[in-house]
T-cell receptor, first 117, second 120 residues
Framework: GNSVTQMEGPVTLSEEAFLTINCTYT??????LFWYVQYPGEGLQLLLK?????DKGSNKGFEATYRKETTSFHLEKGSVQVSDSAVYFC????????????????FGQGTILTVHP | EAGVAQSPRYKIIEKRQSVAFWCNPI?????LYWYQQILGQGPKLLIQ????????DSQLPKDRFSAERLKGVDSTLKIQPAKLEDSAVYLC??????????????????FGEGSWLTVV
């Protein structure tokens, strides 16, 4: 079945440091890949997505590239801010045997990011 | 645009009691999901509705969990009787995706803030 594995956290960085959160996946076919973010006390929000191999999703300074050869979708940001402190979830939308989307998400376990001033 | 509404936000119950959570999706969204998020884990899909029909309930513990979406709009998730391991955040989400469509064509899934359940 489909699965997503994220690097174990928590991750603690100083402001303006470089961020990488690793994500690898297992899926049949060609899933779409997503990063969701959960700020303290808020619901899950879509951060970025990529729908095919070599696509790069980007938003708010965050980037992730869909790497089919390594089945990875690592999240990166060049200079983090205190306001980026949150839990980050990697997720995929799988494709069924008929080639259509299940229309649902399979999530990784989440990575807690804390950024200090 | 109003988001996905959930209530109650917080609930504490004793084991073997029952609890119900309510969700109102974004207007016009045909697909509604209930996810369970246990502390330290990613959300896990419990049930997916397309209008008022069930698309996927393979991970719903049917001996104690039930969900309905009678008029194809709002939905209720019930747990009876509750166990200690049911302590989690219950997330409702909705999407405009139709049957067979891909999540990649702009049909983003939107999540509510969640209902936090503690079973003691």
């Amino acid at each position: 079945g489909n699965s997503v594995t994220q690097m174990e956290g928590p991750v603690t960085l100083s402001e303006e440091a470089f961020l990488t959160i690793n994500c690898t996946y297992t899926a049949t076919g060609y899933p779409s890949l997503f990063w969701y973010v959960q700020y303290p006390g808020e619901g899950l929000q879509l951060l970025l997505k990529a729908t095919k191999a070599d696509d790069k999703g980007s938003n708010k300074g965050f980037e992730a590239t869909y790497r089919k050869e390594t089945t990875s979708f690592h999240l990166e940001k060049g200079s983090v801010q205190v306001s980026d402190s949150a839990v980050y979830f990697c997720a995929l939308s799988g494709i069924n045997a008929g080639g259509t989307s299940y229309g649902k998400l399979t999530f990784g376990q989440g990575t807690i990011l804390t950024v200090h001033p | 645009e109003a988001g996905v509404a959930q209530s109650p936000r917080y609930k504490i119950i004793e084991k073997r009691q029952s609890v119900a959570f309510w969700c109102n999706p974004i207007s016009g969204h045909a697909t509604l999901y209930w996810y369970q998020q246990i502390l330290g884990q990613g959300p896990k899909l419990l049930i997916q509705f397309q209008n008022n029909g069930v698309v996927d309930d393979s991970q719903l513990p049917k001996d104690r969990f039930s969900a309905e979406r009678l008029k194809g709009v709002d939905s209720t998730l019930k747990i009876q009787p509750a166990k200690l391991e049911d302590s989690a955040v219950y997330l409702c989400a909705s999407s405009s995706i139709g049957t067979g469509q891909a999540l990649d064509f702009g049909n983003t899934i939107y999540f509510g803030e969640g209902s936090w359940l503690t079973v003691v």
